[in-house]
């Protein structure tokens, strides 16, 4: 199974300002993915991280508000840009295993706006 | 594309009990199946997955699912419930053309009785 580690891990923002949720795998991955969990709600999707290439957004989702990176094959970054309180959610990061057929997920990163 | 129902937004149970926690997917097959568990306050961790290999599936914590066409379900038990079981379960698939997204159930939260 894949180990992946995200930071931070809790964070209260004001609204206004951005923030920059790092996800680091213990493996190269071609697809990372980033979900969002807002409070009581279930998980969507949010975007596809792909190394090398403009990451693919959801439907309702725009770069402008939710910038990511890939540099490389483990790494990615999703920020949540002029928050307000309706971003206050869980981000996490996912990765599929190598065979395809699993997908694995960090902890997650708890962000309040305020 | 696909889509998941899960029955009950709240299950409680007593310990020792049957656990039953239900999930319907739309009515074409899709490549994989997920139950995932999210302890309080913790990211989601994956408890078992179907890929088409046996239609009863076993995973952690004595928890199993059972894949039924005819039926389009694919439901979580576990025999006996316990305290520590007591968290929030989805239930995934995954999308038909890109089979490492997932499109999610909106959650049961099982509540644990002693």
Known sequence: ?114 | AQSVTQLGSHVSVSEGALVLLRCNYSSSVPPYLFWYVQYPNQGLQLLLKYTSAATLVKGINGFEAEFKKSETSFHLTKPSAHMSDAAEYFCAVSEEDATNKLIFGTGTLLAVQP
Do not use: H
């Open chain 1, 1 to 114: 199974s894949a180990v992946i580690s995200q930071k931070p891990s809790r964070d209260i923002c004001q609204r206004g300002t951005s923030l920059t949720i790092q996800c680091q795998v213990d493996s190269q991955v071609t697809m990372m993915f980033w979900y969002r969990q807002q409070p009581g709600q279930s998980l969507t999707l949010i975007a596809t991280a792909n190394q090398g290439s403009e990451a693919t957004y959801e439907s309702g989702f725009v770069i402008d508000k939710f910038p990511i990176s890939r540099p490389n094959l483990t790494f990615s970054t999703l920020t949540v840009s002029n928050m307000s309180p309706e971003d206050s959610s869980i981000y996490l990061c996912s990765v599929c295993s190598s065979s395809g057929n699993t997908i694995y997920f960090g902890e997650g990163s708890w962000l309040t706006v305020v």
